[in-house]
């Protein structure tokens, strides 16, 4: 019995190593490889492209995604085996778990609107790293690394341009719902014209925020 503790104990530390290995992961990836690049390859040019309309829908190209988390989730697996023995697959398995809460909850911060205080969180922080300062808080479902890295800001209150609000943001009038108004506002017109994209496209691959 205590031989089956210890191995499950083994397995969770793994299992927690794992995962917190992709918040790393996620904050180089986010940082480094997307904005940086400018668009300079597939990855970043998606997700410049995310900046440009600031919704959440789902893309075929997104299985690539997947598909590279779940190899490098394996590769990470078979590197445990290595130190730990069978229990070592819980290192790939926290990186997958990883990757697919945070890839949940970006979806989710986009499609609705908060049902905890830190999902509250999570929508303020990366709707202020949408709006507000595309270099800053480049963790989604974690701050730390924005602290060790120094890109942690909290806005007061999120300014969201109109023609790129959330949906789950508005009442039938177009304004900010009354529960959310102490952290969000609305700012600047309705703007959807093609040259308005133009300028929202150009701005995201310079990683500056939309015009109002």
Do not use: C
């Amino acid at each position: 019995m205590t031989g089956a503790v210890g191995g499950w104990a083994e397995g969770i530390g793994w299992f927690v190593l794992g995962a917190f290995g992709w918040t790393l992961f996620e904050y180089v990836l986010h940082r480094w490889a997307f904005h940086e690049m400018r668009g300079k390859h597939l990855g970043s040019r998606e997700h410049l492209e995310h900046h440009v309309r600031a919704q959440w829908s789902f893309d075929p190209v997104i299985l690539l995604a997947w598909a590279g988390v779940v190899l490098a989730g394996w590769g990470w697996g078979s590197l445990g085996t290595k130190a730990a023995g069978p229990v070592g697959w819980a290192l790939g398995a926290g990186w997958i778990v990883g990757y697919f809460f945070y890839e949940y909850h970006h979806a989710q911060s986009h499609l609705r609107g908060p049902r905890n205080r830190w999902e509250r969180w999570v929508r303020i922080n990366h709707f202020h790293h949408h709006f507000g300062h595309p270099l800053s808080n480049q963790g989604v479902t974690v701050g730390w690394w924005d602290v060790v890295f120094r890109t942690q800001e909290r806005p007061e209150r999120v300014r969201v341009p109109r023609r790129l609000a959330m949906p789950w943001l508005l009442d039938e009038q177009g304004e900010v719902r009354p529960e959310y108004r102490d952290d969000y506002e609305l700012v600047g017109a309705r703007d959807v014209s093609d040259r308005q994209v133009a300028i929202d496209r150009a701005r995201a691959f310079a990683n500056l925020v939309p015009h109002e």
